[in-house]
Antibody, heavy 122, light 106 residues
């Protein structure tokens, strides 16, 4: 059964960086997209960006450009999301999700990781 | 920038039909998806490409998308359907989510 397993919870200081991993198992990692979605406490879902490993292409949400880096290691079927210059508003649960569909701009997110809690506090 | 708008809450009696809307400019020209999220859990895809159900999703979940509105319909709503529901679409290579709708079954 295909699944995405994320790294554990993180506590970070404002101004620092965090890197969250997402390991895929049971499927063909490279041929799908992997998106990162976050959810602040009590809030809705916010898409951060995606990577398509087979093409090594990435794109990210405009409001996070310059702060977020999404990468992938095809040899280990693992995607990464690094967020820099952390502030308290970045406190959230961070999810990775597999995107499937005929084209990246039509992807639906059919498999989700279990979520990683990132807390930014001084 | 493109936005998707959902009602914050919808209430339904058990066994009745619940409809949750998602509005956006010319949304009918895009594909809409719907996700269910229960407290403390990851979202689950319940509808993709407007009106398709992934395997394992009950037949009582259906979707439509036309004009400026996509709709998630839950027929014969059960207590287990109580959750937050999010619509999602793509615009200019960016995935967008609606603000979410809390479905209460009472």
């Amino acid at each position: 059964q295909e699944q995405l397993v994320q790294s554990g919870a993180e506590v970070k200081k404002p101004g620092s960086s965090v890197k969250v991993s997402c390991k895929a198992s049971g499927g063909s990692f490279s041929t799908y997209g992997i998106s990162w979605v976050r959810q602040a406490p009590g809030q809705g879902l916010e898409w951060m960006g995606q990577i398509i490993p087979i093409f090594d292409t990435t794109n990210s949400a405009q409001n996070l450009q310059g702060r977020v880096t999404i990468s992938a290691d095809k040899s280990t079927s693992t995607a990464y999301m690094e967020l820099n210059s952390l502030r308290s508003e970045d406190t959230a649960v961070y999810y990775c999700a597999r995107g499937v569909g005929a084209a990246p701009s039509e992807y639906a997110f059919d498999i989700w990781g279990q979520g990683t809690v990132v807390t930014v506090s001084s | 920038s493109y936005e998707l708008t959902q009602p914050p809450s919808v209430s339904v009696s058990p066994g009745q039909t619940a409809s949750i809307t998602c509005s956006g400019d010319k949304l009918g020209e895009k594909y809409a998806c719907w996700y269910q999220q229960k407290p403390g859990q990851s979202p689950v895809l319940v509808i993709y490409q407007d009106d398709n159900r992934p395997s394992g999703i009950p037949e009582r979940f259906s979707g439509s998308n036309s004009g400026n509105t996509a709709t998630l319909t839950i027929s014969g709503t059960q207590a287990m359907d109580e959750a937050d529901y999010y619509c999602q679409a793509w615009d200019s290579s960016t995935a967008l989510f609606g603000g979410g709708t809390k479905l209460t079954v009472l």
